[in-house]
């Protein structure tokens, strides 16, 4: 099981101390790391440096969650689910997105980001089998979902396109 500690430092660089293994050691990535080092500059000027931190840990406070958690039948998050999600959050953050809501275990099995903004809403739900879908909804129209590639440059545009469908 994965424990970390994320931490802002005084200079604003952003540290992660893991127990157990590196995140090289279940799939991360390059793409994460390199988020990681663009965060590292980004969050000492960045407003909400303690709230991402603990997202961070949230996160990873997911993994200890047990079967049926929800009191129901629902999986737990799982390694591949939570390190999609930071990557996720990490480019919004780089991005200086500061409309994040909520951060939580998905019933489904994974992890969902919600992003609200005067009504309207960006659900991303990071499936335990590596699969992202974003919901766009306003509470009005029909809601409308999207499959996303659980890429750097899919991340990418789907922070943009939520930017754009909550403010515009």
């Known amino acids: 099981m994965l424990t970390s500690e994320y931490q802002v430092t005084s200079r604003g660089s952003f540290r992660s101390r893991s127990a157990g293994y590196s995140p090289a050691s279940f ?25 991402i931190t603990q997202e961070f840990q949230r996160l990873d406070g997911f993994l200890r969650l047990k079967v049926g958690w929800n ?7 799982n390694e591949k689910s939570v390190a999609t999600a930071k990557q996720y959050l990490a480019l919004m953050v780089t991005k200086d997105e500061n409309y994040l809501s909520r951060v939580a275990p998905s019933a489904l099995g994974g992890v969902g980001i919600t992003q609200r903004f005067e009504g309207r809403k960006v659900y991303v739900e990071f499936y335990n089998d590596g699969t992202v879908h974003a919901l766009y909804s306003d509470g009005n129209s029909e809601p409308e979902t999207r499959q996303i590639d659980p890429t750097e440059q899919a991340f990418r545009h789907l922070v943009d396109s939520a930017r754009a469908y909550l403010y515009e």
């Open 27 to 51: 799939e991360i990535g390059e793409f994460f790391n390199k988020a990681m080092k663009t965060l590292s500059k980004t969050i000492a000027t960045s407003w909400f440096a303690d709230e």
């Open 71 to 77: 009191g129901y039948s629902a999986l737990p998050p």
